[in-house]
Structure formats: structure tokens, C-alpha cells
């Protein structure tokens, strides 16, 4: 099971950037998809979850409005479209094959770090 986070940079308050999950070695259809983030100093957090097929998703409240999830399953890729983004959004952002049912991870990928600057 491969999960591959990219897309991470250095953006201004206010900015946007989006991250991917590109996956392998599951059947990708089989799984819901989730974000989690962490900070320094802090524990990891869900930031936004993917059902297989039937639509659902799941956001933290505080990226709600601001943060998009969508899935390819042709391409196995999950993004992570992130807009008006503020230091509190800094964090190293995680991709997740998880539980369909309850977006459980179960499988973790390597993180991406996202810092954003005021």
C-alpha cells in the first residue's frame, strides 16, 4: 500500500494551494480517503474525509468553505484543493486509506508540509 502526499509549499496568507494523493497497491474503490494534519506541538487532526463512491465528504469545521476534497478514481488520486489559507493552516498534511464507513485510517502515507506566512 503506497500513499504519496505532494503539493506542499510555502504560501502567503490568503493563498491557495492544492495537494495530491496518488496511490497504489489497493483497490482504490474499496476506500474512503482522508486528510489529517499536524502541527508542531500538537496532535494530528482530520482535516477531510472522501467516501468511495457515494459522494460523501467530511470536513474540520475550520476549513469548511475554505477546503475542497474530490477524488479521480480513474487516475487512484485524492486532492486536497486548499483555498484562503492562514498560518493556522501550517502543518504537515497526511493522505489516509481509510474505513468507507467511518473514514477510519488504515493505511498512512508520507506527509506533505504546508507552511503558510502572514
Known amino acids: 500500500v503506497q500513499l504519496q502526499a505532494s503539493g506542499g509549499g510555502l504560501v502567503q496568507a490568503g493563498g491557495s494551494l492544492r495537494l495530491s494523493c496518488a496511490t497504489s497497491?489497493?483497490?482504490?474503490?474499496?476506500?474512503?480517503i482522508g486528510w489529517f494534519r499536524q502541527a508542531p506541538g500538537t496532535e494530528r487532526e482530520g482535516v477531510s474525509c472522501?467516501?468511495?463512491?457515494?459522494?460523501?465528504?467530511y470536513y474540520l469545521d475550520s476549513v469548511k468553505g475554505r477546503f475542497t476534497i474530490s477524488r479521480d478514481n480513474a487516475k487512484n488520486t485524492v486532492y486536497l484543493q486548499m483555498n484562503g489559507l492562514s498560518p493556522e493552516d501550517t502543518a504537515v498534511y497526511y493522505c489516509?486509506?481509510?474505513?468507507?464507513?467511518?473514514?477510519?485510517?488504515?493505511?498512512w502515507g508520507q506527509g506533505t508540509l504546508v507552511t503558510v506566512s502572514s
Open positions: 489516509t486509506a481509510a474505513d468507507d464507513n467511518s473514514c477510519r485510517p488504515r493505511h
Open positions: 497497491g489497493f483497490t482504490f474503490d474499496d476506500y474512503a
Open positions: 472522501i467516501s468511495s463512491s457515494d459522494g460523501y465528504t
